[in-house]
């Protein structure tokens, strides 16, 4: 059911959620409101990737669509229109598109705090441009989870940079999602092959946040020295672990198959396809606590990246490398050290923990990202 609301108030649009759900007899129980802050040209992605994920997690979601106008007269107005959606391809939940125009798009705050889901969390997601510090934005702070995608900026490596600096408990990045399979099969790896780790490599593309994310996590959880290939992609193509015996190597050239060598062991083949913004959005929605394995990969710093292209070494933004610029990657213990410290005497990377279920709506995004 579809009810369309122009200049409205949200005490009319809560009016219009309970009329709508006693419509379709939905008595489906929802466990979080996921806000969704995006613009006109977007939001339809955003909202099917939403919706897709809102059959694992039913939530309330919430589109905000700022429009504050062009001319004088129109920034001056405040007007609020919403379509409210409940039953039929919505997904197991409530969506509701608020289009905020005029000053109104500077207050989206007021306007989603009345139609927060009660005793319920809440997730911000900025599928595209996010604030500078998301937790200090006035949306931000009514969340518990705050979710951005450095895949979407202009520098992707350098936003990464800046989530270092202003990062707060309960901020995540999808970029840090991609990885997920990445890690789980190099930690599966490492507990088939206890071994001393020397050090390890990183190849993928030059602007692709996750490729930095992966390498910084082996970098922090390992504590030996990492470097960072430069490769034509598609996202990450291999992570090479240089142990006693040998090489451990997942290789992902293209496509969704990997192989994964390990010493003393035939070569496997592994699944890691890349998935769409739906599953990942899912996944994230699965924890409401703070990404620690996150906050320790991302402040580990990308400056301290040793990076490699043809041989030539390079310097964090892609230029020369100036003298001093060229530092392996080393996590806690000493750079030369050459003992993995990751989850035990093995260097064993700790997985991504569990996360707790959440929400959805409809939206998918423009192209999904490599990884």
């Known amino acids: 059911m579809n009810i369309d609301l122009t200049d409205t108030t949200s005490s009319q649009i809560n009016a219009a959620l309970v009329k709508a759900r006693r419509a379709v007899g939905s008595t489906v129980g929802m466990v979080l409101t996921l806000v969704v802050v995006t613009d006109e040209g977007n939001h339809y992605d955003a909202l099917k990737a939403a919706s897709d994920a809102s059959k694992e997690h039913p939530s309330r979601i919430l589109v905000v669509i700022k429009r504050p ?3 004088p007269r129109e920034r001056a107005s405040a007007r609020l229109d919403a379509e409210v959606r409940v039953g039929g391809d919505v997904g197991n939940g409530e969506t509701v598109l608020l289009r905020l125009r005029g000053e109104l798009a ?8 009345p139609l927060l889901l009660p005793d319920a969390p809440v997730v911000v997601w900025w599928p595209e441009e996010a604030p500078e510090r998301p937790a200090e934005d006035l949306l931000g702070a009514l969340a518990q989870r705050r979710i951005t995608d450095t895949a979407a900026a202009e520098d992707p490596v350098a936003a990464l940079c800046r ?9 995540t990045d999808l970029a840090w999602t991609r990885v997920t399979p990445w890690r789980s099969v190099l930690a599966a790896a490492l507990d088939q092959k ?24 082996l970098a922090e959880r390992l504590c030996v020295p990492v470097e960072r290939v430069i490769s034509p992609g598609p996202g990450i193509t291999a992570v090479r672990l240089n142990v006693a015996d040998g090489v451990i190597r997942l290789d992902r050239p293209s496509g969704s198959l990997a192989t994964l060598a390990v010493p003393g062991q035939p070569d496997r083949q592994v699944a890691l396809h890349r998935r769409s913004t739906a599953e990942l959005i899912a996944e994230e929605l699965r924890r409401l606590d703070p990404d620690e394995a996150y906050a320790q990969a991302v402040r580990h710093g990308v400056g301290q990246l040793h990076k490699r292209r043809g041989g030539t070494s390079t310097a964090p933004d892609g230029s020369a490398g100036a003298p001093g610029t060229e530092r392996p990657v080393a996590g806690k213990g000493a750079a030369g050290s050459g003992k993995g410290a990751a989850g035990g005497p093995q260097g064993k990377p700790e997985q991504k923990s569990e ?10 995004r423009k192209a999904e990202q490599p990884s």
């Open 69 to 71: 106008g062009r001319s």
């Open 194 to 217: 206890h071994t001393e780790i020397v050090s390890a490599e990183v190849e993928g593309e030059e602007h692709n946040a996750s490729t930095e994310l992966l390498a910084l996590w």
């Open 355 to 364: 996360q707790k279920p959440a929400q959805g709506s409809k939206g998918g």
């Open 106 to 113: 500077a207050h989206a705050h007021s306007v989603v705090l």
């Open 163 to 171: 989530q270092a600096e202003v990062y707060a408990p309960g901020d």
